[in-house]
C-alpha cells in the first residue's frame, strides 16, 4: 500500500528512460483514485534491466476516506523480450517482403522495356525507351548514358536522367577507368579511389557524388558507358 509520499522509492530502482512516464502514472493514481496498470523496466541490484507489470487499485477505509494505492508488481521481462525478439523479427520480414517487391517491380520494368526495344526503329528512339525507363528503375538516382565514337575515339553523351549529371559530355575512353579496365568502376569519395578524369575533372572536391561507370560491351567490342 502506498501514498503520494512513498512515490520517491520509485527514484532508486526505476529505469531512466521510464522514470518520467512512472512518476507521472504513480502521481495520476493518487491524485485520482482509480485501478489502474502499466509496465516499465527497473535496474536490479545486479545491474540486470527487468520489465515489471504493475498493477494497483485505491484501498479505502470503512467511512469511505482514501488510504492509497494496493499494487501487485510481476516479472514479464520473458514476455517483453519475447515481444522485442518477435518485432525484430517481423521487422526483418516485411523489409525482406519490400525488397522482393521492388525487385519484381524492377523485373517487370525490365521486362517491358525490353517489349518495347523491339519495337524500335533508329537510334533515337532506342534512346528515347531507355532515358524513360532509366528514371523509373532508379527514380532515385542521375546518370547518363554516353555513346563511343568508334573513329575518334571519343564517348558522347546520348541522354541523361535525373537533375545532377557531374560528367563531362565528351570525353576519351582513357578518360573513364571502367573503359580503360573493362570492367564496372565504383567512386566513394569518402575513400581514396581512382577517379575518372570525365567527372569533377578527376579530383575529388567537397561536391564530388559517389558514382558508378559501367561498361557497355557487346561480342568483345565497346559499345559505350552507363554512368
Known sequence: LYQDQDISIFDKIVHPEDHQKVKA?????IAYPVAASMEYRIINQSGQTRWLEHVSRPVYSDNGSFLGQRASVRDITKRRNAEISL??????????V????????SVMLMN??????????VREDVFAVLSDFLVKLFPEQNGALFMLDDRENNLTKAFEFGQVNQSDEEFSQEDCWSLRRGTPHLVLPTKTQLLCSHVT???ITEETRPHFCVPMT???????MLY
Not at 502514472?25 to 493514481?29: A, G, H, I, P, Y
Not at 525484430?88 to 523489409?95: G, I, M
Not at 519490400?98 to 517491380?105: A, G, I, T
Not at 557487346?218 to 559505350?224: A, D, K, S
Open 87 to 96: 518485432k525484430e523479427v517481423n521487422d526483418s520480414l516485411n523489409s525482406y
Open 112 to 121: 517491358e522495356m525490353g517489349v518495347v526495344l523491339q519495337s524500335c526503329v
Open 201 to 203: 575533372g578527376g579530383e
Open 98 to 105: 519490400d525488397r522482393l517487391e521492388q525487385m519484381n517491380s
Open 25 to 29: 502514472d504513480l502521481e495520476n493514481q
Open 218 to 224: 557487346f561480342e568483345g567490342n565497346t559499345l559505350g
